[in-house]
C-alpha cells in the first residue's frame, strides 16, 4: 500500500539522521510513499534535506529546558503558533503516519497528530530519553528504542527494542576498499556541529604526529567555525589533511577509514558499529543523563573503542593513542572485529516492520 509519512524533528545529525534511514527503508520499499519532513529554520535539516531529495517544512519552536529565564520564555511562548503550524502541515499533507525522531520540532507535531487522531510513534536514540519523548511516550501508539534498558522510562505495552536506524550507506558493502600501501587514515569529526574541543587538541597534538606524518592521511569535518584555523594547522605542520565544514557522504569516509576520532552520541554509535569500525571516542560532558559517555563504555567493554573522557583531553595524550593505534594493527583489527558484532543494520527495516503492523492493525479494525 501506498502511504504518506511525515517525520518529525532533527535539529543535529544525531536526531535527523534516523529519520533520514527511517525515510529511506519506506521509499525502497515502495518508491510511490510519501515523506514529509518537519523541522525548523535552523535545525541541519534545513541545510541538507533538499540535496537528499526530501521535502521539508518547518515550524517556528524552540527548547524550554535549561535555556535560562529568558530563552525558556521565548520558546513557551512559541508553543501556541507551533501546535497551529503543526495542525496546518498535517491537515494538508493528510499523512497516514507521524513519527517523531526528537529535537524540538518533534513535541507539538507529534502531540498535534495524536489529537487529529493520527497513528503516532516515536524513535528514541538513547538508554536515557528526553523530556519531550517522556512526554510523547505516553500518547504514542509505539515507542521505538534502542536500547533495552530505555524500557523502564516508557509503558511495556507499547515498547519495541529495533535498534538506532542507520542510513542506507551503512547497511551495505563498503564502497571504497582501501588497497594495501595506502597511508593509514584518520577520521576526525564531532558531529553535524563540528567540536571545539576535539578540534583544538587535534590542533595541539599535530607536532607529536610530526614523525609519522609521511605514512598518515587526516580526513577532518570540523564544523563551519575552525576549517580555517585546522586547514593552517595541517598546512604548518605537513600534514596530509582533507578539512571540510560538513560531510554529506559520511560512509564513504567511513570506508576508508582506519580509526575514527569522534564523540559517542546514539547514531555516531550505532553508525560505527554498522561500519565495524575501530575509534577513539570523546564523548560530550554535558549530554543529557551523561548518556554519551555510557555509550561509549558500551563499546570499550566489549574491545571496540578506546575512550578519552574531554576533562582529560589534550594534545600529548591524543596524539599517544593514536600513535599506539597506528603502531599496532593487530590490536586495530581485533577492535574492528569487535565493533562489527555490536552493529545492527536491520533497525530501519525493524520500524517501518512495525509501522506497517500498526497501520494494517488500523485498517483491519
Not at 531529495?53 to 521565548?74: D, E, M, S
Not at 489529537?115 to 515507542?143: C, H, S, W
Request: with cysteine; hydrophobic share 40%; net charge positive.
Amino acid at each position: 500500500m501506498d502511504m504518506k509519512i511525515i517525520i518529525a524533528g532533527g535539529g543535529t545529525g544525531g536526531h535527523l539522521f534516523p529519520g533520514v534511514a527511517i525515510a529511506e527503508e519506506f521509499i525502497g520499499r515502495n518508491p510511490m510513499n510519501n515523506v514529509l519532513f518537519i523541522g525548523t529554520e535552523k535545525g541541519l535539516e534545513r541545510k541538507i534535506l533538499g540535496d537528499m531529495g526530501f521535502q521539508l517544512r518547518t515550524i517556528n519552536v524552540a527548547g524550554v529546558r535549561g535555556k535560562g529565564p529568558v530563552k525558556t520564555f521565548t520558546g513557551l511562548v512559541k508553543i501556541p503558533m507551533s501546535i497551529v503550524q503543526s495542525y496546518s502541515i498535517i491537515h494538508d499533507f493528510c499523512p497516514d503516519l507521524i513519527i517523531g525522531v526528537g529535537g524540538y520540532a518533534s513535541g507539538p507535531v507529534v502531540m498535534t497528530g495524536h489529537y487529529m487522531g493520527k497513528r503516532t510513534v516515536i524513535a528514541e536514540q538513547n538508554a536515557v530519553p528526553g523530556l519531550t519523548n517522556r512526554i510523547l511516550g505516553k500518547f504514542v501508539d509505539r515507542v521505538f528504542v534502542t536500547f533495552l534498558e530505555t524500557e523502564k522510562w516508557f509503558s511495556k505495552k507499547n515498547i519495541v527494542v529495533t535498534g538506532n536506524p542507520v542510513r542506507a550507506g551503512f547497511t551495505g558493502e563498503e564502497t571504497k576498499l582501501r588497497k594495501t600501501g595506502d597511508k593509514f587514515t584518520l577520521f576526525i569529526f564531532g558531529g553535524s556541529q563540528g567540536a571545539s574541543a576535539i578540534n583544538n587538541a587535534v590542533a595541539d597534538a599535530l607536532i607529536y604526529l610530526e614523525k609519522i606524518r609521511d605514512e598518515i592521511k587526516i580526513i577532518h569535518q570540523t564544523g563551519r567555525e575552525d576549517v580555517d584555523k585546522l586547514t593552517k594547522a595541517y598546512m604548518d605542520h605537513r600534514i596530509d589533511a582533507d578539512v571540510f565544514p560538513f560531510i554529506y557522504d559520511m560512509a564513504s569516509v567511513y570506508d576508508s577509514a582506519d580509526l575514527l576520532v569522534c564523540r559517542a552520541g546514539a547514531t555516531t554509535i550505532a553508525e560505527i558499529t554498522a561500519k565495524g569500525k575501530a575509534s577513539l571516542l570523546v564523548p560530550f560532558p554535558f549530554a543529557a543523563g551523561d548518556h554519551q559517555r555510557l555509550n561509549a563504555q558500551v563499546l570499550v567493554n566489549a574491545g571496540a573503542a578506546e575512550m578519552m573522557l574531554e576533562k582529560d583531553l589534550d594534545g600529548e595524550k591524543l596524539a599517544h593513542v593514536i600513535r599506539q593505534l597506528f603502531h599496532n594493527r593487530e590490536r586495530l583489527r581485533r577492535m574492528e572485529e569487535k565493533s562489527r558484532t555490536l552493529g545492527n543494520i536491520k533497525a530501519a527495516a525493524n520500524i517501518v516492520d512495525e509501522c506497517l503492523k500498526l497501520m494494517w492493525q488500523r485498517r483491519k479494525g
